[in-house]
């Protein structure tokens, strides 16, 4: 079992920055990739950005120069630092990790979503 917990969602305004965070716990041998996918009110869930086990780093057309992600020395947390948000972005933001467990199978986890809202 391998468990995400996401945080750092809120409130903010046109133009505002938030730092979201999220954390991998459980049966984990390694961690190939990492990334941060989002979901709006009847829409569907797309990806926001990815961080590969190596650094290397893949973003979202409409979050590039806006959003970074991070994964400091390649441990079990991955950060989304947003900043200059518009009211688009708003969404729950899910935190997604895939990798190989102790028990020697692949996994692909969720987190629960945190809810990011971005006021006009």
């Known amino acids: 079992q391998v468990q995400l917990v996401e945080s750092g969602g809120g409130l903010v305004q046109t133009g505002g920055s938030l730092r979201l965070s999220c954390a991998a716990s459980?049966?984990?041998?390694?961690?190939?990739?990492m990334g941060w996918y989002r979901q709006a009110p009847g829409k569907q869930r797309e990806l926001v950005a990815v961080?590969?086990?190596?650094?290397?780093?893949n973003y979202a057309d409409s979050v590039k120069g806006r959003f970074t992600i991070s994964r400091p020395n390649a441990k079990n947390t991955v950060y989304l630092q947003m900043n200059s948000l518009k009211p688009e972005d708003t969404a729950v933001y899910y935190c997604?990790?895939?990798?190989?467990?102790?028990?020697?199978?692949?996994?692909?986890?969720w987190g629960q979503g945190t809810q990011v809202t971005v006021s006009s």
């Open positions: 961080i590969s086990s190596g650094g290397s780093t």
């Open positions: 459980g049966s984990i041998l390694s961690i190939n990739g």
């Open positions: 997604n990790a895939y990798g190989r467990s102790w028990f020697g199978n692949d996994f692909g986890s």
